[in-house]
């Protein structure tokens, strides 16, 4: 329940405070598998194309971490489109949208302020050619777009979901290899992009389940971060909970006294409200949680 | 006046045989760093992972890099509309190698902003080029020796990335370009890398390839009727 909120002009920010969890004789420790999403913002990412012969489809799309080496569910990251991605479509570029109109771009050629996403093959021993990306359906206020440049400006538009998708919207990826394209989403708002990958070997097709991709527009509608409390899976277990917009980083606190708090790890809203399971015993004195965003 | 054109003709078609010869897939000029120092590489990802010094490997550009300038924002390095060129674009074409520059190796907080690979010398038949495209295919001039060799000519790369470039010539021919890489360091400073010499063998289209063929043989006409001259 939420007792608070503050606002100041100079950072929007609001503080949910949970009075409901008065437990007295209750210790409470927050457990360390806190899971929020991922943000991306600057860094060098790409969709990868991975094989995962236990699961149901034989392919997957998970973003690769090239910072952090690491592989990423893209149901738990958030890539982050901030305003400096804002450009105005110039004439000559109806295929991307029309001009004079904004439209926030991910570059193909790496800007340090902004998100550098790639398409990634690397590691996979399939045939030559035999990879293609499809973009399935947009959810969300923007349009998608991707193209590319080559070396002297000629264009080549391979996503647009301005007309529409369909099968011709499909990107052949080089197996073993990556590249870089524009990436370009027309409004501003939280936009789901879905997206499917196809291997063909010996005439028979594997696909990869239908991958949701959400891009986190600036500027962001704002929607109040929410801070819930519910039985866990065991007696001895709560769960917290938090929703808000996602991409939009949070922080919880916990006081005993409700003057000292305890800030925790910043967590990034996702597509799900973040869980945080709580851990209680008999013999501690109540404790109070608040979540502050920036 | 037909003795010169036997020298290109015979610079397109010697080899060099101690070197690897890169004419596709993916292949970065790398940068690492060990003991406080910059090491400046080559690092081919496919078909093998493998890596080479700066003078080991020769990038191949195939006649699959030549095309003309589109004139415009274009035309104050790769001259006026129609001029020919032969580019290595920032763009996979599978008849190339896609050329990165990779600072993988180095770790991002490590590094106080970026890391720059300066050009500091080109020898080779023409004007050698590095730029990016704009999201709406504007270029963003990097390295140019239209102008000579300024301390403008550089590229900067975020540590703990790659990033791709368009890479253009202007005439075919084998070229030498020469690099120095430089970063602060956190712990270690400001550091500047040894000169590292890259190579870059540009071939000719099937039509210049004709010129030149035709030139090599006018030559060697020119010999045989030199020696046919000669008192026996």
Redesign the interface.
Known sequence: MRVKTHYSRRRTGVLCLVSGLLMTAARLALGDDARGSYLLTN??VDLKVILAPEGTNLLQLVFRD??QSVDRPTRETVVRVPETAR?T??EG?EA?GPAGSD?W?L????D?RLL?LGFST?GLNLPPQSLELFARRVDGPAQFALW????????SVTFQSRDGLDETDRLRL?T?????H?V?LSKPGLTTVWLQVRATVGGTNAWSPETPVLFAVDPLPKEPVRLGIGPGPSEERWRLSISGTPGQAVTLEESIDLIHWTQRPALTNGFQPIQIPVASTQDSPARFFRVHSP | MKLPLIVPALTLVIPAFSQTFIQSGHVDIGIGYEDKAFDLHVHQEEPLEQEFAPGEAVFAIGSAAAGVSPGGAFTSFLGASGTPVWVLPSTENSQLPFLGFGTEELTASDWSGNITLSLKAVSGPGTFSIWGTSGFGAPELKISTVDGITAGDRLPLVPGSHGHFNVGFSAPGDYSVTLEASGTHLIDGFRTSDPATYRFQVIPEPSTWALALSGFAAGALWLRQRGQQRPQ
Not at chain 1, 148 to 155: A, M
Not at chain 1, 176 to 180: K, P, S, T, V
């Open positions: 860094e060098h090239h910072l450009l479509i110039p570029f991307v439209l771009v570059p193909a050629g790496q340090p550098y690397e590319q440049f080559d070396g002297t400006g000629g264009l080089p073993g290899a990556h590249q870089h524009n370009g």
